[in-house]
């Protein structure tokens, strides 16, 4: 409940102590639609605005002509307009806070409110919120593809419409919510990429740029090694032993070999062993996994590890070490990297302690990293869910019966 002790506590005691007017959405707005016509784009000309960037209107790159903006558009935006989305994540909202001319397609409503009786952010809040992306839902075709919300049935959706002093206090709250949302997420972006760049710096430092020690190609490090080859009719979606292919490394797999094939094969050719650092040899070339000894099998040239001794080279420092190369790829579409351009990398070839070193610094920067990334989203998401809890709450209302 609002404290009825605060600024906006003390309004609604004022002004609204009965409750307030509960409205249709088309009572106190007028409601277009976007052009149904796709229109011809240009490098310039009229800003066209799309559910993709209705947030960041200045950041739309699509444009239409003068001509076809005339003629598409009876109606225009303009000041103090609201963008709302009406086909897919429906019910997102974008307040007009400029005079540049704007165009918009089938897929977004224009609101254009009657200022006298509801503000422009007021309504964007209110759609957004609990209350009105439920009524939103009661008027929706769901078993349309992509779901949708039609033209007329959006000025039938009700809204309080508490006095205009009551509405600009709320706005005047969420928007400072916002705005810390804002500043935290920058803030959280920008020390994750100190961060990394910080990273950067010390895997160049470490393991690049130090000439003092030796040199030794790939090749000398360990053999070129990958598993034997599986045939699609090997394989099944579902099945005993995970088997990865170029494009699920390092993700989920989403075929499987029998237990007699994936015995028999890890006896008889090329197998990993745990710590062995895997490598894409095509297509995103370069993304390192670390085997970790559980059953899986890998396919064949698209997925190599060097057989290495470890009482020269370390898998970790190799896993490092591999972050730095510029892979020299060869092929058409789908890039690859061959073995004889594998073997001839060279790797400076630190004391193992020195190495162990190098990864335990380099551990811990992953560590951090990874820890800022995975808070980043926590901190943001928990602040979202207080701003949209708080947003609710300032806009339940006592609905007024005369």
């Not at 997420?185 to 740029?209: F, M, N, P, T, W």
């Amino acid at each position: 409940m609002i404290n009825k002790h605060s600024r906006i506590g003390k309004l609604i005691s004022k002004l609204s102590s009965n409750g307030v007017d509960f409205k249709k959405l088309g009572e106190v707005c007028e409601i277009y639609d976007g052009t149904h016509q796709t229109p011809k784009y240009t490098d310039n000309g009229i800003r066209f605005v799309s559910v993709e960037n209705i947030k960041a209107l200045s950041k739309s790159k699509k444009f239409i002509s003068r001509a076809d903006y005339d003629r598409y558009y009876k109606v225009k935006p303009r000041l103090n307009d609201v963008f709302m989305t009406r086909i897919g994540s429906i019910g997102v909202c974008t307040v007009i806070e400029s005079e540049e001319e704007l165009a918009y397609y089938v897929t977004l409503t224009l609101i254009r409110p009657n200022l006298t009786k509801i503000y422009s952010k007021y309504i964007k809040y209110i759609i957004e919120s609990s209350l009105g992306q439920k009524e939103l839902r009661k008027r929706t075709l769901v078993n349309a593809t992509p779901i949708k919300i039609n033209l007329g049935e959006i000025g039938k959706i009700v809204i309080p419409i508490p006095p205009l002093e009551i509405q600009e206090e709320i706005v005047k709250i969420l928007d400072s919510f916002t705005e810390l949302e804002a500043e935290l997420e920058a803030g959280l972006e920008a020390e994750l990429e100190a961060r990394k760049q910080q990273y950067k710096y010390y895997y160049k430092k470490l393991l690049k740029a130090n000439d003092k020690y030796n040199k030794i190609t790939l090749g000398e490090v360990g053999k070129v090694s990958m598993c034997k080859r599986i045939f699609k009719k090997e394989t099944s979606t579902v099945g005993d032993i995970p088997f990865y292919k170029i494009g699920t490394f390092g993700k989920e797999p989403n075929a499987f070999i029998s237990q007699e094939i994936y015995e028999e094969y890890r006896k008889r050719f090329s197998f990993p062993k745990k710590g062995d650092v895997l490598l894409s040899a095509s297509g995103t070339i370069g993304r390192r996994v670390i085997y970790n000894g559980q059953p899986a099998y890998f396919q064949d040239s698209n997925i190599i590890w060097i057989d290495n001794d470890e009482s020269k080279v370390l898998n970790k420092f190799l896993y490092y070490f591999y972050a730095t190369v510029e892979w020299k790829t060869e092929g058409g579409a789908i890039q690859r990297i061959y073995n004889n351009n594998i073997k001839k990398i060279k790797i400076p070839v630190p004391p193992l302690e020195e190495q162990r070193r190098i990864v335990l610094i380099l551990d811990k920067f992953s560590v951090l990293v990874n820890n800022i990334s995975i808070s980043l989203p926590a901190e943001l998401n928990a602040h979202r869910q207080q701003y949209e809890y708080y947003r609710n709450k300032l806009l339940t209302f006592k609905e007024y019966v005369g």
